[in-house]
């Protein structure tokens, strides 16, 4: 980077590896910046190896507090799908991930190789993925470092990479060979790239440098701890040498290998680093742990937004249209499209057109890399959005993409969206972290858009059904993660406009994509949608002088569409003299806050003394949420689909 | 099959390509033996067709309803996973596994190609996979069906297979071909099982085939329909012609098509199929469709089980003694390894001996088919420990190991379950509509251990603490999903035990690895874990002669350590003159009902009326349960750890 310029991010995939990157941060004098209680003297020092791995410090893996990251290694395997994220239309920056090869094991890391299949040398950046293999996990060796070497090129190289590799123990040998190596692969990097920025390339999917790194797990430890040897196996992961406070002998090991790293070139007498040390970080924000990139927010640019009212539906009268409501939003995301030809992209496994999303393909294709014909539609090398069939490398695209400060939508089917509800809340604890920390600024949200819902799946059965997400989003904060159930297009236009200018929160937003009774002009929408609930009077007969008999309460992803005027059933039922309100809650959940919208009008409306009659809920997601898929409730009385409550409920 | 007498079961991951499996089940006869009212003639043919991909029918998919299926091809991902669980300890059984190109996307699947480095011929069956590369998803092009098939080739060999490829339109070639690799493949595969099983084998991992099957999308059907390309394009995925009651011209190509097939040949005047198509089938239990390992209760055997009194812990005085609680749990588990050498294996991340269960390789090594070394300690091609770095793996091998009959205990870490919650999901509601198929026989459950759990991870921070996948099986019905709570060791092994006894559930547990307080003697854990909840005399000073005035209640993964009487604390509260009682719940959730165990009086302790005073609730759980990860609560009033609620909370 001192040589070169090249601006790049480091995303350490290893688990415990962080004292790495802490330390390099340290070093390079951006973890005092943020930190200025951890400075580079000795007090800092102590400070600094004293909170890591502690309760109330800082984990062993790198996470939100580490400088320069954008990738917590806790959970393993998104390092190579925020990467790639984090270099889409980000044609400057390069993404050095390290995989190791304990989460190589992973599905979802496995799944995630080929990110190349999906990139443009031309628009994007680049990622040099660097396949760590040290031979061991926790308790064991890996499957990659006890294959034969050449099935793992051939696994690389079918992929789509070009393989180098590095291994061995020996020093300085092995730095002079990795440095080389580094330097051949940023190399070749940098010349497809040229390539395709100068007209000089022929479009075929480029075959990208990988790096394959080998060498002993707790190399340069401990060799051999109670004769039982620890350098090279699994027993260095982590803690290679305990005790030490009881056991001298572990002491002195402790000391010999510390020792070996010969502090006393490293540091000045009172803790700082030497010159020398110092004089290798490139200078300000070329150091990564100082990358802009790594702190996307303050990179992030309002998106360029038309206003969502020109893509009204005209609902003259409530619920005698019927629209699928996402088919408004697709244009809107159209012009989205056109307007922000670099920070906005949709990611989705294959379902764009069946979101009827699918307007947006008037601007953009799918992103595809990979050999095109004649009968394709849509895609192509300069496609932007983003189809790939896994609900991994989409959700992680676009954490990538929203932590290097551009904006996005993940739209997928209900019933899938659990395959990654685990990069969701990781997610969740990612952006509630974040907020804690001054130094982090906020980034553009992670919208996730769910229209293949439960309900609309009878013939596919089941295995499609399960309102799952939504549960799973409703434990996170509400200051971190939404929940959006429009009940109409108009809505989810207010919605959507909402949630793409908003910063570091899960939105997540649920709506049925077929045919549907549309209930609101756009702006009785937006008041309805900035209030989070209102009053239908029109479907109901409460004239406000009192306290109504019978209050209709619905809340949900699809509003009851076979009775359009929710109290008709009741009226069969015998109750047709009490005056009746219907509420139609749009909820923005968890509560509260309320987004500074009106607050005290929603409490107010909440507070209102409930009849002690008879109450029918309306609610068609209800059941979901309150914690049953609709296979069925369980033993327990519970909230029916459409199923009659008792007041106390 | 007829030639061979081959025990095989097929496994479709392709979403909506179950006409054929029903198809192939209905043509052996098996589907009108299970579905009497769907008989081999012309009456029956109608039902099958109108039953097909409608509400209240059967999916377009592979499901449970489908004979010879262990798989649903619902949520893709999971096809090799599931045919890699099938095939270990069933060393006669083949599982033929379709792998669609559309599924090859997703993570999960790319992170199973490796099931054979886990693999042993000599006492393990075999898996063959078939890639069926047919060009399309829903919308758009696949990444392998459009990479160089060199590059293909390259990576299934990475993975460790022979690739064996068959491709081309024509016809009959294609049939002939394609017979003719697959009888060269099972060649193959009993080639590498004989040299295992006769002593010549050198005990390298064995190249196992792998077929690489290329033909059109919707071959066969409509070339082109309204002068846009069908066949081979995304197109003809799912429904190639729309509309066919109105448009003629549609049903006349229908009808064409269909006629393709030559009926005439197939069925006879009564609509049964005539002899040469029933000729082609194997006999009874040969036939897929009607395989006893594809309806695994069949095949069940309890498992020999030693007493699990034998391994208890001696707890002279509540809350004396501390313990890792699971360390007891491995010993058992380690006796239930030697008395079933065949039908029991542990499936775990790379954490059995962190979770305390090591004592299981006294008997059993972990399982690895790839190179070992001097180093490596209790790994190698013998051992039946299943242990990868990948939920999804785990996860999916125990499903395919209890779906064939077998018995098993997935181990994982609490913060990381959830990224196989789908997978619970899932599995769920496949044991839920089983339950609902008289002929398919119930299995042995689905048996998750979390023993890192949330509050064991200051250290690691807040990516490792998140207590999700409890709340995610609390929304599943009481009769399929089960969670425990086993306060100490005692009662861990009662539980353990009744969850290895049980059928067709998932059971959760969840218990501390970490030295806990001991509180209950082995007599007293079975009496608790019976009644599922239990008043602790010994805890409080109620003497039952009237109602107390304040009643600790205290439910979750780890009971009160710092303060072992809970009085305590409100003692300093001003509150010691009260009579107190402390209930020490071990929850068995969802309720009702309750395994049958002493249900009414867990029904009775819970009616008990509450004092109207403050409640001091000891749930270290139900933070989690609530819907709080311990990142801290939303906006609103809730349930804290160790928090004070009110009387009506």
Redesign the interface.
Known sequence: MRHTGQQAIYLAGPGHGGSALVAAGYLEGTYSEIYPHVGQDEAGMLRLFRQF?????????V?VTTPGSIH?G????YVLVHAFGAVMDNPDLLGIAVVGD??A??????????GV?FLNPERDGAVLPILHLNGA???????LS??DPA??????????YEVLEVAGADLPGMHHRFAATLAGAWSKIRTIQHLARTGEWDGARPRWPLIVLRSPKGWTGPEQVGGV?ME??WRSHQVPLSGVRDNPEHLAMLERWLRSYRPQELFDATGAPTEPVRALAPEGELRMSASPHANGGLLTRDLALPDFRDYALDVPEPARTRAESTRRLGELLRDVYRDNPDSFRLFCP?????NRLGAVFEVSG?A?A????A???A?GRDGRVM???????CHGWLEGYTLTGRHGLFATYE??A??S??QT??HG??L??AGRLPWRARVPSLNVLLTSTAWRN???????Q?P?LI??V??????VARVYLPPDANCLLSVADHCLRSRSYINLIVIDKQPQPQWLGIEQAVEHCARGAGIWEWAGTDDGAGDPDIVLACAGARPPGRRPVPGAGLRRGGHHHHAVRHDGAQPRL????CHGRDQQRQAAAARRRRPDGLVRAQARRAP?VR???P??P???ARLGDEGLIGPDA
């Open positions: 791995s502690s309760p109330g410090g800082i984990p062993s893996h996470s917590e806790g959970e393993l395997g304990g989460e094991e992973t599905g979802p890391l496995e799944g995630s190789w080929k299949s996990k926790i308790a064991g060796p890996t499957v006890r294959k099935e793992v090129r051939r696994l690389l190289e079918g992929h789509g040897r090279g196996t294959d379902e764009t057109s069946s799918r595809f990979e050999r095109v014909t009968d394709d539609v895609i189809e790939v069939l896994s609900e991994h490398n019933a899938f659990m395959v509800a685990s809340v990781q604890k990612w509630q972290e009878d013939h596919n059965g089941f295995s499609h399960g799952g549960q799973v409703l434990t996170q904060r509400g200051d968890p509560l509260p806050p979901g914690g049953r898929a296979g069925g369980a033993g327990g």
